[in-house]
């Protein structure tokens, strides 16, 4: 069928002739909004394709696509019959979606889009004079702008209200989807044309959830970019910094469907690079005790709780009050050698935590604290330069003696006496060389199950962390990994416990590639609880039917002990009800 119409959007990007191709196509943005409904929904729809699929691309942002948008976003806000007028509801999403786009990898455009005013619109957008779904787009686009110089100070002018519209989404975005999409259980009570443009009109209800979940956490990742901008050039911190949204911003994480992103800790990080962040972080318990159980967990973003500790440890006006909280945790990854790109971390570490300690002593008056540096000076520092002279022989006559150790404290764990067995790992630890890594993995982690089993998922946290912070690589050791799972299952560390039971997978299937490795049953029952109690939405929900998660003690499994063959045994728990089982070498 041929086009009569000689003003077609899509005969035009067919046209050959390139000086009338670009004619036509900036000829039909500037007539946008006399085009049919129907058509310049097809129109834009085409457009956030290429866009998506083509950001790079100079054409249609040389030829106005900008100032196209713009006039489409003013009409869309200040006219709301022509927005409810068929399909034009949809527009707003789109044209938003087009400018972050283009937006995203290029300072050339965003300046053209400066040039061509998005900002003011984008900001309506912004304050939720729709919806969450184009508060999705518009953050989007904002913190494409905000991230270049040279657009950044076109947005500091409205910064005050940005910054502060962008905490309001950040904490409140997960509330506003599921109460406006989420639980609406009804299909067709769901707002229309969220449903198409979240799911493009594909899948059921299932499908609408999970990418309404995607969505939400992208509104409150890219939120906290927008802050990021901000706050990495010492702008607004003050206002971040507010204790409320603090403690909000401490829960916040990108979780498994936007992984890649650092979200609440990266900007927590940034706000201890300033003085006035890390008072005002030290002074938030919730932040703090956040940020400690980061820096025990596998979570990729480990290394910037640590990198906050340190930076709050330096700072003589905070150190000593985060001292009292963080000196537990960080004394279990004195030890720690790399971490990505970070090399030496368990140097550093050391070295922070002892500043105060002269001659032997420590100059610190909480008692608690002064136990467990005095415990790093004795087991790691003096240690050290004690085995510095010890000769080959000497350290094998060791190594075999905490083997015949490490024997009577596994025989001891199988009678059941697991007292004793603690007091035996402990002597096999006390003895064992710091070089003997391998042996002394095999003895913390042994040592956590006998805690779980005496329920102290404190001293089993404490032990497995520093099995995984002297395992080849680093949080590799596959028991040690189920076993702080299971502890911090315990503890209602649902987050912590989960990234632990995802690496404990991880290193069980990656060991042999080549086989066909089964994951274990009880492994998986684990995720299915865990990924229920971090889904993003779980507080909402909590919140919307006026009562709390409940919390389930899973209680601790008496699996085998870890052997030099470090083949992991399965056992029984009594919220899993497992059976015995041997699960297959590493």
């Known amino acids: 069928m041929t086009c009569t119409n000689p003003t077609c959007f899509f005969c035009t990007m067919k046209e050959p002739n390139k000086l009338i191709r670009k004619s036509g196509i900036k000829r039909c943005f500037k007539e946008m909004l006399l085009v049919d409904e129907q058509e310049r929904v097809l129109i834009l729809s085409g457009l956030w394709h290429i866009a998506m699929n083509q950001p790079d691309d100079s054409e249609f942002p040389s030829l106005g696509i900008f100032k196209c948008m713009v006039n489409l ?4 806000i200040n006219d709301n019959s022509w927005l409810l007028d068929g399909q034009n509801i949809y527009i707003p999403y789109y044209a938003a979606h087009i400018i972050g ?6 300072f050339e455009f965003a300046e ?46 409205y910064e005050e209200e940005v910054v502060k519209l962008a905490m309001g989404l950040a904490s409140s975005c997960s509330e506003v989807v599921y109460k406006e999409f989420v639980c609406i259980k009804d299909a067709s009570e769901r707002v229309k044309h969220h449903k198409n443009l979240i799911t493009r009109g594909v899948g059921g209800l299932d499908d609408e ?8 956490s992208q509104i409150q990742c890219w939120s906290l970019h927008l802050l990021n901008c901000f706050a990495i050039r010492g702008r607004s911190i003050e206002l971040i910094c507010n204790q409320v949204f603090l403690k909000d911003l401490s829960s916040m994480w990108g979780g498994l469907v936007n992984h890649s992103s650092p979200s609440g800790i990266g900007l927590i990080r940034i706000l201890c690079y300033t003085p006035i962040g890390r008072t005002k972080v030290y002074e938030c318990k919730e932040v703090i005790q956040s940020i400690c159980n980061l820096s025990r967990s596998s979570d990729d973003w480990q290394y910037m709780g640590i990198d906050c500790l340190l930076l709050l440890l330096h700072d003589m006006n905070t150190r000593y009050k985060v001292l ?16 990505g790109e970070r090399s030496k971390l368990g140097q550093k570490i050391t070295k922070a935590l002892l500043i105060d300690w002269k001659n ?5 008056k909480n008692l608690e604290v002064d136990r467990i540096l005095k415990e790093i000076w004795v087991s790691k520092v003096d240690k050290n330069r004690k085995e510095r002279l010890m000769s080959d022989e000497k350290l094998e006559e060791k190594r075999v003696l905490v083997c015949l150790i490490k024997q009577q404290a596994n025989h001891s764990f199988w009678l059941g006496d697991i007292e004793t067995a603690v007091m ?15 042996e002394r993995v095999v003895l913390y982690s042994n040592r956590a199950q006998c805690y779980l089993l005496l329920n102290d998922p404190d001293a089993a946290i404490s032990d497995t962390t520093r099995a995984l912070s002297i395992s080849k690589p680093v949080n590799s050791h596959a028991k040690s990994l189920w076993r702080r799972s299971q502890a911090y299952y315990v503890k209602g560390l649902a987050k912590e416990s989960l990234m632990d039971c995802l690496m404990f997978i991880n290193a069980f299937v990656g060991g042999d590639k080549k086989k066909h490795v089964k994951i274990p049953y009880y492994a998986v029952q684990m995720i299915k609880k865990l990924m229920d109690l971090t889904w993003f939405f779980t507080s909402a929900r909590s919140k919307l039917l006026n009562e709390t998660s409940p919390s389930t003690d899973p209680g601790s499994s008496k699996e085998g002990l870890t052997n030099d063959d470090e083949s992991p045994m399965s056992g029984k728990s009594d919220y899993f009800d497992f059976d015995d089982q041997k699960l297959h070498d590493f």
């Open 424 to 438: 035996k790992y402990t002597e096999g630890l006390n003895l064992c060389p710091l070089r003997l890594k391998k």
């Open 101 to 106: 786009s283009y937006t995203m990898n290029k």
């Open 360 to 364: 032997g002593k420590s100059r610190f």
């Open 112 to 157: 053209k889009a400066v040039e061509s005013g998005v900002i003011p619109p984008l900001i309506d957008l912004l304050r939720g004079n729709m919806s969450w779904v184009e508060q999705r787009v518009a953050v989007r686009a904002l913190g494409h702008l905000a991230s270049y110089d040279s657009t950044f100070e076109a947005l500091a002018v």
């Open 209 to 216: 959830n999970r990418k309404a979940e995607e969505w939400a």
């Open 324 to 339: 009292e909280i963080a000196s537990t945790y960080l004394s279990d990854l004195v030890e720690l050698q790399k971490l």
């Open 73 to 76: 976003l003013h009409k869309s």
